[in-house]
């Protein structure tokens, strides 16, 4: 079964920092855009961040600088390195897969993993 | 920053046609994603590509492409698609996402 779960939220100070990760099963990483998706309370999607196949990454300008997403191959994982967290950042983080047809890949996400919650508060 | 627009609110009766657009610069150029959410729920894709349905979706719900616009349709609403719905797409370089603020579909 193809699944993602998210991994690592919780609550931080502002100016902190957390890594969230999300393991993948029935497919692999590697071969997939994989990206980043945050939802604030009561708020819309908002895109973070992507990692291509080929290991090129682009992020949200409210997060570039701050984040980084990366992937562990031999562990099928997906991260999320988020420093000088701030308010603003709350939301819940949900890791998902790149849609990919006939080797084309697109900004599409066709799996979602369920999310996970960050809180940025003192 | 680009932007999607999307509606706030759509409201229909079941059996109706419920149409949700999603307005945007770059469209002619890069492909539109649509997904439905429910409270406390991850989102679902139910279009692709504009205007391809992923399996397991139900036939009633289309998408369509005209310029800078797109278009969800759900012929036949029933209660069960009350959610939001949210369009997504890239930035003219194709390498930033971006969403449209979500339409809250209402069935009446």
């Known amino acids: 079964e193809v699944q993602l779960v998210e991994s690592g939220g919780g609550l931080v100070q502002p100016g902190g920092s957390l890594r969230l990760s999300c393991a993948a099963s029935?497919?692999?990483?590697?071969?997939?855009?994989m990206s980043w998706v945050r939802q604030a309370p009561g708020k819309g999607l908002e895109w973070v961040s992507v990692?291509?196949?080929?290991?090129?990454?682009y992020y949200a300008d409210s997060v570039k600088g701050r984040f980084t997403i990366s992937r562990h191959n031999s562990k099928n994982t997906l991260y999320l390195q988020m420093n000088s967290l701030r308010a603003e950042d709350t939301a819940v983080y949900y890791c998902?897969?790149?849609?990919?047809?006939?080797?084309?890949?697109?900004?599409?996400?066709?799996?979602w993993g369920q999310g996970t919650t960050v809180t940025v508060s003192s | 920053s680009y932007e999607l627009t999307q509606p706030p609110s759509v409201s229909v009766s079941p059996g109706q046609t419920a149409r949700i657009t999603c307005s945007g610069d770059?469209?002619?150029?890069?492909?539109a994603y649509w997904y439905q959410q429910k409270p406390g729920q991850a989102p679902v894709l139910v279009i692709y590509?504009?205007?391809e349905r992923p399996s397991g979706i139900p036939e009633r719900f289309s998408g369509s492409s005209s310029g800078t616009t797109v278009t969800l349709t759900i012929s036949g609403v029933q209660a069960e698609d009350e959610a939001d719905y949210y369009c997504?797409?890239?930035?003219?370089?194709?390498?930033?996402?971006?969403f449209g603020g979500g339409t809250k579909l209402t069935v009446l």
């Open positions: 998902a897969r790149g849609i990919a047809v006939a080797g084309h890949y697109y900004y599409g996400m066709d799996v």
């Open positions: 029935g497919f692999t990483v590697s071969s997939n855009y």
């Open positions: 990692i291509y196949s080929g290991g090129s990454t």
């Open positions: 770059a469209l002619p150029k890069q492909y």
């Open positions: 590509k504009d205007s």
């Open positions: 997504q797409s890239a930035d003219s370089s194709g390498t930033i996402g971006v």
